[in-house]
C-alpha cells in the first residue's frame, strides 16, 4: 500500500515556464513533508520542505503548497530552466513519531526543454 | 568528510554470494539511515542508526540483511546468499539528530544480482 503517491512518471516544460509537480497521501498522521532532487548516478539532494501548520513555503524558484484536507501537496519551479531536469521525489513523515523515517513517492522525471 | 560517502558504486555478485556496502557518514552527523530503491520504485527505508545503536530495523527485508555501525562514524550493510530480486541502488544518508532540514545522501551502490 502506497503511501506516497506521484501519479506522474515524467512531466516536461518549456525553459521559463512553470513546473507543477504534484504528490498525494494517504496516511492522515504524516505532518512533515519534503521534496528531494535526485540526478542520474548522484544520491538525492533535499530541496525544500514544509510543516502541516502551514500551507506554503517558498524559497527562491521553489514553492511548495500543502492541502491538508485534499491531502495533497504540489511544488511549483518558477521559471524553470534546464538545470531544474532531474527527478523529484516527495517525501512525508510524522514528527511525533518515527520521524527518522521518510516514506517516499516513486519520483516524477522532470524534463525542461531549452 | 564534506559529504556521505559509499562504496564501492558498482557490485555485480553472483547468486548466493555475500555481499558488503559500506557507507562513511558525515562527520558528526550522529544519525544514518539505509535505504534502497529498486526499479521503478521509491526510496524504500531499511535501517536507522543512533549512535551505534539501531532502535529502527523494521524495514530490513529478510534475515539475510544486516548492518552495523562502529564508532559512531562508519556503517556497513551486509546481504548473505544474496538473491536477484536484491538488485537495487543502496542509499545511505546521515543527520543531524532531526529529520526537519532533510538527510544528506550519499550517491548510492548499485547492486547488481546475476
Known sequence: ??????????????????????????????????????????????????????????????????????KHLSLHIVPSQPGDSAVYFCAATYSGGSNYKLTFGKGTLLTVNP | G????????NKVTEKGKDVELRCDPISGHTALYWYRQSLGQGL????????????????????????????????????????????AVYLCASSTSTVNYGYTFGSGTRLTVV
Not at chain 1, 502506497?2 to 507543477?20: A, C, D, T
Not at chain 1, 504528490?23 to 502541516?52: H, R, V
Request: net charge negative; glycine share 6%.
Open chain 2, 2 to 9: 564534506a559529504g556521505v560517502s559509499q562504496s564501492p558504486s
Open chain 2, 44 to 87: 524504500e527505508f531499511l535501517i536507522y542508526f543512533q549512535g551505534n545503536s539501531a532502535p529502527d530495523k523494521s524495514g530490513l527485508p529478510s534475515d539475510r540483511f544486516s548492518a552495523e555501525r562502529t564508532g559512531g562514524s562508519v556503517s556497513t550493510l551486509t546481504i548473505q546468499r544474496t538473491q536477484q530480486e536484491d538488485s
Open chain 1, 1 to 70: 500500500d502506497q503511501q506516497v503517491k506521484q501519479n506522474s512518471p515524467s512531466l516536461s516544460v518549456q525553459e521559463g515556464r512553470i513546473s507543477i509537480l504534484n504528490c498525494d497521501y494517504t496516511n492522515s498522521m504524516f505532518d512533515y513533508f519534503l521534496w528531494y532532487k535526485k540526478y542520474p548516478a548522484e544520491g538525492p539532494t533535499f530541496l525544500i520542505s514544509i510543516s502541516s501548520i502551514k500551507d506554503k513555503n517558498e524559497d527562491g524558484r521553489f514553492t511548495v503548497f500543502l492541502n491538508k484536507s485534499a
